[in-house]
């Protein structure tokens, strides 16, 4: 059974480890948000696609989210020391992993290809690709102006209201080898309960993913990121309160129309209607438990 997952950070990555866990060596494709990917201290970070890397080589924290379990920060607290930037929290274990990524894309390999290397020294049995190749960057507009995803996020706390979300690039980028012709090929598609704007978006502004995707032949399947209409972690609830006007299970199908056959959601949200079928379950993923059995369920619902 194919499966392709398109996937955000922190609580999608939770559900691709889940999908790995329950599937078939080599059955997870995971198509990975490169739009929070960032350059810093001379590092090209794509946090994105590492914590979908540390959760399917279970060296993630899975208390922090993001991140190497067992991290330790002594070359951040040297880089700061010596007047470097210390405001994205990079630590020992993960700046190996940004060198050697950084050192691949200066020599001109694609970032599809040095992160396939990655997976495989990981003994991951599985595909992680990014959407694209290109440079594709997530702005989001507020009232206090205009940020690149992690300054707002990151630097700002996400205190900010979101007013818009801008993927810049996403005209000129094409989708990274391999994407389509895993979406054309899957016998299941899933969109993890990531935040639709900051994560997914930007996978979508990438238009022949877009375009694959309505017309698939698999069934598509979103899992909701809200619980009681509340986000698990970040800013989502507040975002779509302001930009889509609610966060009901409606709300967020709205974010996919045309895209997802079905929604998962949380017991906690229904009953409710969404223009497309809902499936029900406890979707909160404390563990790789909770994890596999929200695999589980939605591979169900995919099939
Ligand atoms: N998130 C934070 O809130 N603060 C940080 O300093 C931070 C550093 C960081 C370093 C590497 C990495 O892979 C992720 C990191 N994150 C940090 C998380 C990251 O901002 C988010 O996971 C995503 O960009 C949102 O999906």
């Known amino acids: 059974m194919r499966i392709v997952c398109l996937c955000g950070g922190v609580g999608g990555a939770k559900l691709a480890r889940g999908l790995y866990d329950v599937l078939e060596p080599g059955e997870l494709t ?4 490169v739009g929070d990917d960032l350059t810093v201290l001379g590092v090209h970070v794509s946090p994105d696609l590492d914590s979908v890397l540390y959760a399917l080589a279970g060296v993630n924290d899975e208390e922090r ?10 070359a951040l607290e040297s880089a700061r020391s010596w007047g470097g930037e210390g405001w994205f929290q990079l630590g020992d274990l993960d700046l190996g992993v940004h060198l050697v990524r950084t050192e691949a ?22 595909h992680l690709l990014p959407a694209t190749d290109d440079p594709l960057r997530t702005h989001v507009v507020t009232p206090a102006g205009r940020f690149a995803f992690q300054e707002w996020f990151v630097a700002r706390g996400h205190r900010d209201e979101v007013d818009d979300v801008v993927v810049a690039g ?26 639709p704007y900051v994560s997914i978006d930007p996978i979508l502004a ?22 009681g209409g509340r986000a698990v972690k970040g800013p989502l609830d507040r975002m779509l309160s302001r930009m889509a006007g609610g966060t009901t299970p409606a709300h967020v199908a709205a974010r996919y129309a045309g895209l997802i056959d079905a929604l998962v959601i949380d017991e906690a949200d229904a009953p409710a ?31």
């Open 273 to 303: 209607r969404a223009g497309v079928p809902l499936a029900v379950t406890r979707t909160l993923m404390t563990g790789r438990e909770d994890a596999r059995r929200l695999a589980a369920f939605t591979l169900e619902v995919v099939s």
């Open 105 to 126: 894309l200066r020599r001109g390999d694609p970032l599809s290809a040095v992160t396939e290397r990655l997976v495989r020294a990981a003994g991951i049995e599985a």
């Open 65 to 74: 989210g993001w991140g190497r379990a067992g991290e330790t920060w002594r």
């Open 30 to 33: 995971v198509i990975g948000n």
């Open 170 to 195: 996403d005209e000129e980028a094409g989708p990274a080898p391999g994407v389509l012709e895993a979406i054309e090929r899957a016998d299941g598609i899933v969109i993890a309960p990531s935040n």
């Open 206 to 227: 990438v238009r022949p993913i877009r375009d694959v995707l309505a017309s698939r032949r698999a069934a598509c399947v979103a899992v909701s990121p809200l619980i």
